[in-house]
């Protein structure tokens, strides 16, 4: 897979999976876009050869929509990044529903409906991966506004796949399982819980960040010309369990 000469933004690229996905397209060819949130890994991107960053809160519309067209032009999408918050369901606040759907489903949206417009007026091709999460398929306790965010991702997934794919945008989406980043770190701690989810995950592991950017990279690729519209997962088999 070769990116020499393409540009791509990844959302949350300061971080975890985002952070890996960057560092092997650049790795590839790449120019990066960062889009993330915290100064400290904003600063960082900037140093990296390859990498442009843009500073942004996610979770505040107007400012996402902004940063995108700051962006643009580029190739490629990849919306990764994603936030989490540990509640049971009868606990779930309406507070903490809003942030995580604001951040985990409508900022892909805001991101997805600027790259789309500006590659659709230039007659050009390209191709988005909305990074999701086994959370979306099944019932994980304590992630009720989680599950419903990502569930939430799918469905513009799979309408972006029909109404884009008429003018050469592909969408797809990935499915990982407990990957060891940041995020994993904020909801798996609990080593009792942890051992009960690695007992259900055949290939006897956690995701590395590399197994999930590969497979991003390959959906972005023209080697996956042909697909479109899927929710690929990469969780050692977590889903036949
Ligand atoms: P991390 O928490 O390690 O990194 C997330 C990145 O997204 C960070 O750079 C973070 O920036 C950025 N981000 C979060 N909220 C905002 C915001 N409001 N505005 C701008 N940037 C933001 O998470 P992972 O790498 O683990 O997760 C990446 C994706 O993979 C997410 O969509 C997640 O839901 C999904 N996923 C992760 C799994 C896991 O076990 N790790 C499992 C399944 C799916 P900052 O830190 O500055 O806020």
């Known amino acids: 897979m070769d990116f020499n000469g393409k540009t791509v933004i990844v959302t949350g690229a300061g971080k975890g999976i985002g952070r890996e996905i960057a560092r092997m397209l650049v790795e590839r060819g ?6 993330t949130r915290s100064a400290a890994d904003v600063d960082a991107l ?10 942004v809160d996610l979770a505040d519309a107007d400012a996402t929509r902004a940063a995108a067209i700051a962006a643009l032009p580029a190739d490629f999408l990849i919306n990764c990044a994603g936030t989490t918050e540990l509640q049971p369901f009868l606990e779930t606040t309406v507070e903490a529903f809003d942030r995580l759907v604001a951040v985990n489903t409508r900022a892909p949206m805001i991101v997805a409906q600027e790259y ?16 999701s999460s086994v959370a ?9 506004a989680y599950c419903a965010s990502k569930g939430g991702l799918d469905g513009l997934t799979r ?12 969408a797809n989406g990935v499915h990982p399982t407990v990957t060891l980043t940041p995020m994993a770190v904020k909801a798996w701690s609990d080593p009792g819980k942890a051992a009960g989810m690695m007992q259900r995950i055949p290939v006897g592991r956690f995701a590395e960040p ?16 042909m697909v479109n519209g899927i929710s690929m997962p990469v969780d050692g088999g977590y ?3």
């Open 30 to 35: 790449a120019d990066v876009v960062a889009l």
């Open 46 to 55: 900037r140093e990296e050869p390859g990498c442009r960053a843009i500073q």
């Open 116 to 131: 789309a417009c500006l590659l659709i007026k230039e007659g050009r091709k390209g191709a988005i991966v909305n990074v």
């Open 136 to 144: 979306s398929f099944v019932g994980i306790p304590d992630h009720a």
């Open 159 to 170: 309408v972006m796949a029909k109404e884009l794919a008429p003018h050469g945008i592909r």
């Open 210 to 225: 590399s197994d999930v950017a590969e497979v991003v990279l390959f959906l972005l690729s023209d080697e996956a010309a």
């Open 239 to 241: 889903m036949i369990a």
